[in-house]
């Protein structure tokens, strides 16, 4: 299978591992900075003749199957219709998906005329530290999820928040319909560069069937990531960085308590899971992708993205809630995500 990824920065480079792990050919790959490339080249033995400083020149050089789309979020809609253009079956697009909710259109039309699968990298699904709440919220036990905090350092809402919204539509199996939000004040400088902005703050979301997701990544917290699951009968928090999971559950025998009676005698357990790495998960959503398994969709990209723009909608006009439909949300605005 013949794959090209575009962009060799910290992504595209572990994209080559990903390809590397399938069984996949890599037949170029592409960035505008030659140091980027070089690293690439250094790092994974890189023949010179896979190295393109442009698109162009390797779209007519190559007839891709698959094509990785690992350049920051503003090439993104370009790139995958590109290569859905050139041919290619399988378009595997970084996240945010793109920066505006036209593109992410764009790209869902473009990639389904062309018969291309397109997947996007929120990799929640395959991470054992959401299957497994997943799992044991599910549990008769614990009672269903009622709602999801997180509690974490500045992480950018469009760079990790775009994650833990797919990560709520995953763990409630329905999407968010209303969002919520407050930014701090002020911008932190963006590490992937001065054109590029991302914010901080909170953020509330709520599914239709009323559960709840609460985010907490103000830019005055410089530390972890902290997630608390709480339902029926239990809580569990996991320490993500650590892998340190702690699930309490009331003991059966309480179970038909009302809620108010919050401080039943319960049954404490720890457990520990590895902490994720970002290749392990990008090589299951690819697998899934050309396998044709559940993979994340382009739809499912397009749902983060307009969370996240309901999310400025609703800081701009006084935090009111907003609704995550076609009617409240600017189709066209473009955001300067990475
Ligand atoms: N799924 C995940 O878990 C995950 C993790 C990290 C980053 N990301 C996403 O991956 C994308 C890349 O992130 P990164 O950390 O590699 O950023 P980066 O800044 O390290 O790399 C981006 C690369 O793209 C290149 N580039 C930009 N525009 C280009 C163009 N027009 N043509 C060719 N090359 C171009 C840049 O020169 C740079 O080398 C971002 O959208 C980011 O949000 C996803």
Known sequence: ????????????????????????????????????????????????????ADVQSMFKEISPDCVIVATTAPTHCDYAC??????????????????????????????????????????????????????????????????????????????????????FRFLCEEPPVEVAAWFSPGKVPNPRGPQFEDRAGSVRLASK????????????????VQVLYAGPYGQLTVDELAGNMRLIVRDAEYRDLPSTRYGMPAREQHFKIEPADVIGPSRAVLQALLNGDNFPTGEDGRLAVSVLVGAYVSHEEGHRPVRINEETLPHKRVFPWA
Do not use: W
Request: hydrophobic share 40%; charged share 25%; aromatic share 8%.
């Open 1 to 52: 299978m013949k794959t090209l990824i575009i962009g060799a920065g910290r992504m595209g480079r572990r994209h080559i591992q990903v390809v590397r792990d399938l069984g996949l050919k890599l037949s170029g790959i592409c960035d505008l900075n030659p140091e980027a490339l070089n690293l690439a080249k250094a790092e994974y033995s890189l023949s010179d003749e896979l190295l393109f």
């Open 82 to 167: 590109l290569a859905a253009m050139a041919g290619a079956g399988y378009v595997f697009c970084e996240k945010p998906m793109a920066v505006s909710l036209e593109e992410c259109d764009r790209m869902i039309d473009l990639c389904a005329r062309k018969g291309a699968k397109l997947a996007v990298n929120h990799q929640m699904r395959f991470m054992e530290q959401y299957r497994e709440p997943k799992r044991i919220v599910e549990s008769e036990e614990f009672g269903g999820l009622s709602s999801i905090t997180v509690i974490a350092g500045n992480f950018g809402l469009a760079m990790n928040g775009t994650h833990y919204f797919e990560m």
């Open 209 to 224: 069937s009323g559960k709840r997701f609460y985010m907490e990544v103000n830019a005055d917290q410089g530390h972890g």
